[in-house]
């Protein structure tokens, strides 16, 4: 199933992390993620979500920039059996890599947290 | 909000890669010891052989005891690419110097594992990885016996068919 939505439900969405080209949120009641990017909101589940991450860390960048060929700098990022495929330019890649790599330190804090203040005995 | 990410997996993205690479190691190291296997019989070590046979399937149950380990704890299991086995060796002695370099790479990865399962305090993969240091210490020893036969032994005359003899008696019974 296909979800793309155009805005973000920010009312019951929790905002992970947010740069001036994106967002992610997670959605506790549906136990998934929602990344606005490129001018959709994409549905991501756990499994999708570390596939989305990977295939964007996966794209080197720095070779990128570095060839000669006339090619367009356009990178599908197709992720294998998730719903979504994402057409970006190599700006966009920059841009939703940083999207990600915040979004993980976020999602490793809340770890961090959820320890200390519900998981820990004291 | 709710930790989505540890209800799912209970090791850490990281600790997974290093455990799949560890899957690859001993994947690797079964198709070394098949290769070393068939070198032997070829050149009429026949006990070496054996041995070599018994050790790739070892390292086949290594492999799955990873790969098992990944998928019980919510992660990613992947089957490995395995390429660039060594097929030819120059002699009898070089296939167990190669051996015992394979056991102390293994060691060495295992240990590097435990280490950021420290680091993030994870005991929960340390616990698993005991019973791996414990096996290396009988891996490294297996291996070090054998290229001790040559010394002790020599290979003049019939001294490589003294060891071959020999290797298939290498045991490592230490209780502690
Ligand atoms: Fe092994
Ligand atoms: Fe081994």
Redesign the pocket.
Known sequence: MVTTLTTPQTNTWVDVFATKKGAVYQSDAERCWYVDFAGKVARFDYRCLLKLKKAVYNVDIEAKLLETTKDPDVEIIFICACDHTYILTLLQIIALKEILEGTFVMLQLNQILQDRLYRIAV | MKDLIRIRSLISAQVETLLNQQVKKEAY?SSVYLAMASWCNRNGFDFSSDYFFK?AE??RE?QLKFYKYILDMGGNAISPDVSGIKQEYNSFREVFEDALDQ?VS?TQSIKNIYAQCLKEQDYVTNEFLNWFLKEQRE?EYKARRALELFEVIGEEGTGRWEIDKHVGKIKYDSEA
């Open positions: 190291s050790q070892e390292e290594h056991e293994v891996e």
